[in-house]
């Protein structure tokens, strides 16, 4: 069973900075896109961040340039280095996992509970 347990949330003050992480068990890390989302109150979760099995990345508008996602599959670890933070970050963080099975390629997607990130002054 897949699991995955975030790390690293914390109440930071505007322009701070923060690194999260995503430590995941009872898969094949390195055969997974690994994804940060976020759910502030009242709103949507939306996708922040992505990082394929191959290293590519992608990210919202609202935070490119000032986060960054990383993996490291011999940990089996991914990371969100948050930079130049806003009141506008702060929401529930979570990680999640994706994986289309190569024989009926039917997707799987796994998230992990969420970590708070609260940017306040």
């Known amino acids: 069973q897949v699991q995955l347990v975030e790390s690293g949330g914390a109440l930071v003050q505007p322009g701070g900075a923060l690194r999260l992480s995503c430590a995941a068990s009872?898969?094949?890390?390195?055969?997974?896109?690994m994804s940060w989302d976020r759910q502030a109150p009242g709103k949507e979760r939306e996708r922040v961040a992505t990082?394929?099995?191959?290293?590519?990345?992608d990210y919202a508008d609202s935070v490119k340039g000032r986060f960054s996602v990383s993996r490291d599959n011999a940990k089996n670890t991914v990371y969100l280095q948050m930079d130049s933070l806003k009141p506008d970050d702060t929401a529930v963080y979570y990680c999640?996992?994706?994986?289309?099975?190569?024989?009926?390629?039917?997707?799987?997607?796994?998230w992990g509970q969420g970590i708070q990130v609260t940017v306040s002054s």
């Open positions: 009872g898969c094949p890390f390195r055969n997974y896109a």
């Open positions: 999640r996992a994706r994986v289309i099975a190569r024989t009926t390629a039917i997707a799987y997607t796994y």
């Open positions: 990082i394929s099995t191959a290293g590519l990345t």
